[in-house]
Antibody
Framework: QVQLQQWGAGLLKPSETLSLTCAVYGGSFSGYYWTWIRQPPGKGLEWIGEINHSGSTNYNPSLKSRVAISVDTSKNQFSLQLSSVTAADTAVYYC??????????????WGKGTTVTVSS | DIQMTQSPSSLSASVGDRVTITCRASQSISSYLNWYQQKPGKAPKLLIFAASSLQSGVPSRFSDSGSGTDFTLTISSLQPEDFATYYCQQSYSTPYTFGQGTKLEIK
């Protein structure tokens, strides 16, 4: 059974760079889109972006100037970097596996989430 | 971006009730609509994808109807474990967007 394990720094100061990594265990790394989603406290879900095993990315335009998602296929890992963070970036960050087909795309496996707080 | 609007934002119901949650897209998304359930402190869980396909392991009391811009999640007979927040999500085009959520509470 596929599992996603994520980690990274949980407390940042404004202007620092958020860095999170997600490791994929128990399944294939190729053929999927590896995704980051975030959820501010008490609010809804926001899609940040995705990457496939070849390194092709899609980003949310609202974050595109600050976000970078990378992949390390040798370790079955993918990472998120978000630069110049502010308090508005305080959220639980989730990694997830995206599956696509001719008539669908969905995220079926999720990490447990990492709480990131931005505070001076 | 495609805007997703759910209604109601919150809902009180009893065990055994039939409940419906609606989701409207700001433009046609064909059947590229997914539903997730989230419990406090937990990651979202996929319930339904492609507007009508039940994810493996999800009870058959969950169902969806709709296509284009209007979709409805139905829970035929509420169970205690169903009290949670539900999100719709469009996967028609990036950036993929979610509804604001519907919190289902025990009456």
């Amino acid at each position: 059974q596929v599992q996603l394990q994520q980690w990274g720094a949980g407390l940042l100061k404004p202007s620092e760079t958020l860095s999170l990594t997600c490791a994929v265990y128990g399944g294939s790394f190729s053929g999927y889109y590896w995704t980051w989603i975030r959820q501010p406290p008490g609010k809804g879900l926001e899609w940040i972006g995705e990457i496939n095993h070849s390194g092709s990315t899609n980003y949310n335009p609202s974050l595109k100037s600050r976000v970078a998602i990378s992949v390390d296929t040798s370790k079955n890992q993918f990472s998120l970097q978000l630069s110049s963070v502010t308090a508005a970036d305080t959220a639980v960050y989730y990694c997830a596996r995206g599956r696509n087909g001719p008539t669908y795309y969905y995220m079926d496996v999720w990490g447990k989430g990492t709480t990131v707080t931005v505070s001076s | 971006d495609i805007q997703m609007t759910q209604s109601p934002s919150s809902l009180s119901a009893s065990v055994g009730d039939r409940v419906t949650i609606t989701c409207r897209a700001s433009q046609s998304i064909s059947s590229y609509l997914n539903w997730y359930q989230q419990k406090p402190g937990k990651a979202p869980k996929l319930l339904i994808f492609a507007a009508s396909s039940l994810q493996s392991g999800v009870p058959s009391r969950f169902s969806d109807s709709g296509s284009g811009t209007d979709f409805t999640l139905t829970i035929s007979s509420l169970q205690p474990e169903d009290f949670a927040t539900y999100y719709c999500q469009q996967s028609y085009s990036t950036p993929y967007t979610f509804g604001q959520g519907t919190k289902l509470e025990i009456k």
